[in-house]
């Protein structure tokens, strides 16, 4: 008894796999009180409420038999309860609507292997008949792929040897067919009148020409409603076989479209509720995407019947709705502003260039404040150029033909102030195809220019910061008071006034010593060194000045030694150096000096551009009261001198009587200048004084004068 409860409780859960498309649910409620009738009644009364439940169950180990449900399980005789003795021999024939055709799902195969399985087989036919086409002849172990049938039958013929148990399989009706679409076509469910059939399930596969899409509108949809659409629905699958979803209830909004040229529709109804079904437009969409014929910058989007160019974050689509250029960056005039990499502060995008120039006005200079910074780069930390190779932030002096780089920048250390060297500066931003991070946010702003043109007379760079300017020293170099450089007995020295004295002064000096000091000064302003005391041993040891930047012979200005008191020298430019010499034999006390800025001179023109400053702090601090200062420019033979006021911040006087520039061509005025008003450029073959005087009551920024030579033949042609 309890090996036929086991073969029973078997046979009634295989009974299960008929009519898939039935709801479980409904299953559950007729299968449970079976369950519970096999521990109380025997094995007929079992057989007969199963049969009750599944009335196909009626053909399930008869050999030779017709089956013409939509769907069934069926098994060899001994599959259940070996056969011993006999070799078994089975037909069954399966046959449906004329609509459909039929698939086999052989689960379970076990039929001695033999070569060409002539001992024992498992033979299906594409139809009623043994001379029907054969779809597949089998033996062996396991189980078998999908077959399926091209017409409504299907023959399945079987031999056994004993000793194998044979097969179980079950097979299911399905509908559909494949459809080729050139330019439209209307599919339906079920006919327009009528309402779609009980336990359906259909695949249509639709193939359009190559270069095209699929797209489907639907033109009627009404399908059982339920919530996860497990009963009655309809699924679409893509070319890869990605589902693109399932649908049901009574409308279908939107378009399903494929990814390349063909398209699964799958419907499935239980059998139970019947709706009036569907009815979809299939097109054959032209893909204009596929074949770069569209001529989008970077991402084209099919449409039906055209496309549409779409650009990467970070760029904008043009008029011509086809071109893509960077959102970000720009041109920026305002005094103040901020600018922060695209999308701030979510990832900036990838395979991007932003640039930005700002442009303030003359005589300013760009203060660059970061308040956050996250670049991906070769290494996580504030680096340098050679490791900010793929993603940076690149900052220049914005001049166009000769950009001058103040750094380069990637990692995610906050980077220190950059300030530019004129009003105009550039940054770059550059990203490649690698991580995202969220950029950069700065801020600018614009602060008065206190190098000038002439660069504070810094000797390397010079950096115009808020209420003073700082000049940049090389490597190895130390600074004090932020102007002047030294390194060992060498200095460089761009304070308009000091005092300089030899190594160890008043203290004796030391042999072979070699020490040189260069000076600079506003341009338009000399140099002025007096030695108070100077003591060195007879002329063996020394001091020069030259009236150059660099010592030479033919520049020497004075050479001092011995024991002597106030020695004066004067530079003829705003350019001095002063080299003291010690041999290796007596020492003294050396020399102590004082240096000062004098204005006034005389200049000579050349064909690049040089200026003249009205006192040596200009930039930092307002001109000096009783100044009389004069210089006289000059230009060599078949040039004439050219002239122009491109700054001018003077007390301003109804006649010009208390601070002034005056300006002379040879004995002729050309005017007396104050206030802000800047007269025009003057010209003149002979040469020109400029005269500069103040008072002692209202003191203003001061001039900046531009002077260069012109040949004779370029002014006769004008």
């Known amino acids: 008894m309890d090996s036929r409860k086991t073969w029973t409780t078997k046979l009634l859960e295989e009974s299960l796999a008929l009519n898939r498309g039935r709801r479980r649910e409904r299953l559950q409620i ?87 399985c002539n001992s024992g087989n498992l033979e299906v036919r594409d139809g009623f008949w043994e001379d029907s086409p054969l779809l597949g002849k089998y033996c062996g172990n396991g189980s078998l792929n999908l077959i399926a049938s091209t017409t409504n039958k299907l023959l399945i013929s079987y031999q056994h040897r004993v000793g194998y148990r044979g097969f179980l399989g079950e097979y299911e009706a399905i509908c559909g067919e494949e459809i080729y679409v050139r330019s439209q076509f209307i599919l339906h469910s079920n006919e327009p009148q009528e309402k779609y059939p009980l336990n359906r399930k259909c695949i249509w596969k639709v193939t359009v020409p190559v270069n095209h899409q699929i797209v489907l509108r639907s033109q009627k949809f009404q399908i059982e409603y339920e919530e996860r659409c497990m009963f009655d629905y309809v699924e679409f699958y893509d070319s890869n076989s990605t589902a693109l979803g399932r649908f049901c209830g009574e409308e279908l909004s939107g378009n399903i479209t494929s990814t390349l040229n063909t398209l699964t529709i799958k419907f499935v109804s239980d059998d139970s509720v019947q709706k009036e079904g569907f009815s979809f437009l299939l097109l054959a969409d032209y893909d204009e995407c596929v074949t770069k014929e ?40 305002a005094l103040n502003g901020a600018i922060h990499s695209y999308s701030f502060p979510q990832e900036y995008p990838r395979n991007t260039t932003c640039i930005w120039k700002i442009v303030v006005p003359d005589d300013n200079v760009i203060h660059l404040s970061f308040f956050s910074f996250d670049i991906k780069g070769d290494s996580d930390n504030h680096s340098f150029r050679e490791k900010c190779e793929k993603n940076k932030l690149e900052i220049f002096n914005g001049e166009e033909t000769d950009p001058q780089p103040l750094g380069t920048y990637c990692g995610s250390v906050l980077p220190n102030l950059v300030v530019s060297e004129g009003s105009t500066m550039k940054i770059i931003f550059s990203t490649d195809n690698s991580v995202e991070r969220s950029g950069f946010a700065l801020t600018y702003s614009t602060v008065g220019n206190k190098c000038d043109k002439f660069g504070g007379n810094c000797h390397h760079r010079c950096v115009s910061l808020q209420t003073y300017r700082k000049c940049i020293c090389p490597e190895n170099y130390t600074t004090e008071n932020n102007l002047d450089c030294s390194r060992g007995c060498h200095y460089e020295i761009a304070s308009p006034s000091g005092i300089i004295s030899s190594p160890n002064y008043p203290n004796y000096y030391q042999n072979n010593a070699n020490c040189t000091w260069r000076f600079k000064t506003t341009p338009g302003h000399r140099i002025q060194i007096v030695f108070s005391d100077i003591q060195t041993t007879d002329c063996d040891d020394y001091v020069r000045v030259y009236d150059n930047y660099y010592p030479s012979n033919a520049s020497i200005l004075l050479e001092v030694c011995g024991n002597k008191t106030n020695i004066t020298g004067l530079s003829t430019t705003n350019e001095l150096s002063v080299n003291f010499i010690s041999d290796s034999l007596n020492v003294y006390q050396g020399f102590n000096a004082t240096y000062s800025s004098v204005c006034g001179g005389n200049l000579t023109a050349s064909t690049t551009e040089k200026y003249v400053y009205s006192h040596d702090t200009y930039g930092l601090s307002n001109y000096y009261d009783y100044t009389d200062c004069v210089w006289i420019i000059k230009a060599n033979s078949g040039y004439y001198v050219n002239l122009s006021v491109e700054v001018l911040d003077i007390e301003f006087s109804s006649y ?54 012109v040949q004779s033949e370029e002014v006769h042609l004008n």
């Not at 006999?86 to 399966?94: A, F, L, V």
């Not at 104050?674 to 010209?683: A, I, T, V, Y």
């Open 30 to 116: 007729s299968i449970f009180p079976v369950v519970k009738m096999l521990a109380l009644y025997e094995l007929l009364s079992v057989i007969v409420i199963t049969l009750q439940i599944c009335p196909s169950l009626v053909a399930l180990t008869t050999c030779n038999t017709t089956f013409n449900q939509r769907s069934g399980t069926f098994f060899s005789p001994a599959f259940y309860k070996p056969n011993t003795t006999n070799i078994e021999k089975c037909k069954w024939r399966i046959s449906v609507s004329p609509d459909e055709k039929i698939v086999l799902n052989v689960t379970v195969i076990d039929i001695e292997k033999t070569p060409n």
């Open 656 to 709: 010009c009587n208390f601070d002034f520039i005056e300006i002379r061509e040879g004995d002729i005025s050309r005017g007396k200048f104050c206030g802000n008003e800047k007269p025009e450029e003057f010209l003149s073959s002979d040469n020109f004084t400029v005269k500069f005087h103040t008072d002692y009551s209202v003191a203003k920024r001061g001039f900046r004068l531009m002077y260069k030579a």
């Open 294 to 333: 569209h001529q989008c910058d970077h991402e084209c989007i099919n449409t039906i019947g055209s496309y549409k160019c779409v650009c990467r974050r970070g760029y904008k689509l043009q008029i011509d709705g086809k071109s893509c250029e960077i959102e970000c960056g720009g041109i920026l005039n």
